[in-house]
């Protein structure tokens, strides 16, 4: 079982930036693939980011590219999103999941995921 906690949302105007950040609890982070995914509102959930085990490997959507990076720290059993140039179309909640494949957690068959943190981008 592994439980997930976001951090880090908040409010900032339009080309600000904000760093989320999710702690997983287990001895196991190290054997899974990370990812955030967001859900504004009347919208489906979409992938937004995902980086596997070692981290050595990350995918990104191609709307954020250039502006977000993912990065995680096993010993910390962290997962971070750091998000630079932030625009209104990026208001949404964001969820961080877990998932022991990529590949899955890409397309939205993870096995975890937290409780999501909200970002607000004012224009």
């Known amino acids: 079982q592994v439980q997930l906690v976001e951090s880090g949302g908040g409010l900032v105007q339009t080309g600000g930036s904000l760093r989320l950040s999710c702690t997983a609890s287990?001895?196991?982070?190290?054997?899974?693939?990370m990812g955030w995914f967001r859900q504004a509102p009347g919208k489906e959930r979409e992938f937004v980011a995902a980086?596997?085990?070692?981290?050595?490997?990350?995918y990104y959507a191609d709307f954020v590219k250039g502006r977000f990076t993912i990065s995680r720290d096993n010993a910390k059993n962290t997962v971070h999103l750091q998000m630079n140039s932030l625009k209104p179309e990026d208001t949404a909640v964001y969820y961080c999941?877990?998932?022991?494949?990529?590949?899955?957690?890409?397309?939205?068959?993870?096995?975890?995921w937290g409780q999501g943190t909200q970002v607000t981008v004012s224009s």
């Open positions: 980086i596997n085990s070692s981290g050595g490997s990350k």
């Open positions: 999941n877990a998932d022991h494949s990529s590949i899955q957690l890409r397309t939205g068959k993870y096995d975890y």
């Open positions: 287990g001895r196991t982070f190290s054997t899974y693939a």
